[in-house]
């Protein structure tokens, strides 16, 4: 069974710029989630997917950041316009709606660079 | 509102010797527990959670962790490492739904020969 993947696994971009990023949950997992993790500090929530639906978005840092998830399927964070303070790891997970979030499974996380 | 801290950013280590990674909580209610393990150039993967019960939990590849109340900590151990097991650890801490994870800043665990 494949696992969650993340495209790209690295990304750089000009302060300014747009940047998107992927997230492909394990199949039939309705629940997904991403995190960021910036300069070695802790991992923070962003927000929670269930299906296509967002349930909790309290994390996302401000309207520069868009998420979504088309059809309940794989999900995108779009940063627009990009600062240099959202350099850092985005991790995407997922998990079965029946099990909740405490069986996470996480992507390998897309490194992103803002310069 | 819910933290979590690792205190030791780097724990350096030699083949075969014990390893305790220390992590504090806090939180105003009643708290579910795990500890995560990254590989590099991987995702995190679940060692072991704490959710009710017995308060030593047993993990993957021979870790443990002691949850204690009193202390508000949950310490990860264990009684002999190997090179493999060099990777960065995270501690975390749920809400009651499991829905929001609450992750410390990592350790980084380094065994050498």
């Known amino acids: 069974e494949a696992g969650v993947t993340q495209f790209p696994s690295h990304s750089v971009i000009e302060k300014g710029q747009t940047v998107t990023l992927r997230c492909d949950p394990i199949?039939?997992?309705?629940?997904l989630y991403w995190y960021r993790r910036v300069m070695g500090k802790e991992i923070k929530f962003l927000l929670h997917f269930v299906k296509e639906s967002k349930q909790d978005e309290s994390g996302m840092p401000n309207n520069r950041f868009l998420a979504e998830r088309t059809g309940g399927t794989y999900s995108t964070l779009k940063v627009q316009p990009a600062e240099l303070e959202d350099s850092g790891v985005y991790f995407c997970a997922s998990s079965l709606l029946r099990t909740g979030g405490y069986e996470q499974y996480f992507g390998p996380g897309t490194r992103l660079t803002v310069t | 509102a819910q933290s979590v801290t690792q205190l030791d950013s780097q724990v350096p280590v030699f083949e075969e010797a014990p390893v305790e990674l220390r992590c504090n909580y806090s939180?105003?209610?009643?708290?579910?527990l795990f500890w995560y393990v990254q590989y590099p150039n991987q995702g995190l993967q679940l060692l072991l959670k704490y959710l009710s019960g017995s308060t030593l939990v047993k993990g993957i590849n021979g870790f443990e962790a002691e949850f204690n109340k009193s202390q508000t900590s949950f310490h990860l151990r264990k009684p002999s490492v190997h090179i493999s097991d060099t990777a960065e650890y995270f501690c975390?801490?749920?809400?009651?739904?499991?829905?929001?994870?609450?992750f410390g800043s990592g350790t980084k665990l380094n065994v050498k020969p």
């Open positions: 199949s039939g997992h309705d629940n």
């Open positions: 975390a801490v749920s809400d009651r739904n499991f829905n929001k994870f609450y």
């Open positions: 939180s105003s209610v009643s708290v579910y």
